[in-house]
């Protein structure tokens, strides 16, 4: 059984930085494709960031040159690294498979960015 944990989230100002992580139990990261995706409230969750096995990584356009996602292979640990945070990033993070089908159920609780103008 696949369990996912987030953390790292918190409310921070325009500008600022966090450094999300995702451990996982059931999986290793480095034989899976694995992303970030995140929910605003009253929002569809969406896409942020990808890597692949062979460290290949892809973003959605709005994080591009702000945000970078890596693995610690050794700890099996997901990183999202957010800088210059916008407000429009505020919404709860979760890491996952990659690509994640729509029956994955693998989903942990997330973790909440906040950004204050």
């Known amino acids: 059984q696949v369990q996912l944990v987030e953390s790292g989230g918190g409310l921070v100002q325009t500008g600022e930085s966090l450094r999300l992580s995702c451990t996982g139990s059931g999986i290793i990261f480095k034989f899976n494709g694995m992303g970030w995706y995140r929910q605003a409230l009253g929002e569809p969750r969406e896409f942020v960031a990808r890597?692949?096995?062979?460290?290949?990584?892809m973003y959605r356009d709005s994080v591009k040159g702000r945000f970078t996602i890596s693995r610690d292979d050794e700890k099996n640990i997901l990183y999202l690294q957010m800088n210059r945070l916008k407000p429009e990033d505020t919404a709860k993070y979760y890491c996952?498979?990659?690509?994640?089908?729509?029956?994955?159920?693998?989903w942990g609780q997330g973790t909440q960015v906040t950004v204050s103008s």
């Open positions: 996952n498979r990659w690509p994640v089908g729509t029956r994955n159920t693998d």
């Open positions: 890597i692949l096995p062979s460290n290949t990584t």
